[in-house]
């Protein structure tokens, strides 16, 4: 077994035995990155590193990265269908975007949802951090995410966002392990 997996399962799961988990940040934001200008073409090493951090995980922990990754994904095809957002190739959400759904959930349980357990920071950052994130996918994707209701769009984001916010930060105490 992995020395992280280790010290994470014996010193309490998901803080670091030093500092930051830039393993977690440096994957997630390469991923969002490859995936969002990339699309299809970054489908396979996105998993690719999706699963090799999902085998390094505990079970409740991979629990939680497939049912956040699944309450994401049910969430942006409700915002689909409502035209909040849309995308220019497809009906429903193309596969890099549920990669990046995957991706999203593997650092939320690694690093984020620690960070937003104060309901109210949660609130705020992810208001914050999740609008402003598909602002950006639509600025580098091409033209393929775009926002149907315009600046509707970005109200209904923050208001979905700044709930998710609250939701990730509380789900924590589920699956993080507080040592034995």
């Known amino acids: 077994?992995?020395?992280?997996?280790?010290a994470a399962t014996t010193?309490?799961?998901?803080?670091?035995?030093?500092?930051?988990f830039w393993r977690a940040i440096i994957g997630f934001e390469l991923g969002w990155l490859a995936l969002v200008i990339f699309q299809s073409l970054a489908i396979v090493p996105a998993l690719a590193y999706w699963l090799y951090a999902m085998y390094r995980l505990p079970t409740k922990a991979r629990l939680a990265v497939l049912l956040?990754?699944?309450a994401g994904i049910v969430t942006d095809a409700l915002l689909s269908?409502?035209?909040v957002i849309a995308f220019s190739q497809s009906l429903l959400l193309p596969a890099w975007f549920l990669v990046l759904w995957a991706l999203f959930a593997l650092a939320a349980v690694e690093t984020m949802a620690g960070f937003l357990q104060p309901w109210w920071l949660g609130l705020f950052l992810g208001a914050i951090g999740g609008p402003l994130?598909?602002?950006?996918?639509?600025?580098?994707?091409?033209g393929?995410?775009?926002?149907?209701?315009?600046s509707g769009s970005f109200v209904v984001l923050v208001a979905?966002?700044?709930?998710?916010?609250?939701?990730?930060?509380?789900?924590r105490r589920f699956y993080a392990q507080t040592g034995s």
């Not at 393929?144 to 315009?150: C, D, E, I, K, T």
């Open 133 to 142: 994130s598909y602002l950006g996918g639509a600025a580098l994707s091409g």
């Open 11 to 20: 010193s309490g799961y998901l803080v670091p035995p030093k500092g930051i």
């Open 1 to 6: 077994m992995s020395d992280l997996h280790t």
């Open 144 to 150: 393929v995410l775009q926002f149907p209701l315009a």
């Open 81 to 83: 269908y409502y035209e």
């Open 68 to 70: 956040i990754a699944a």
């Open 160 to 171: 979905v966002w700044g709930v998710l916010g609250v939701i990730l930060g509380y789900s």
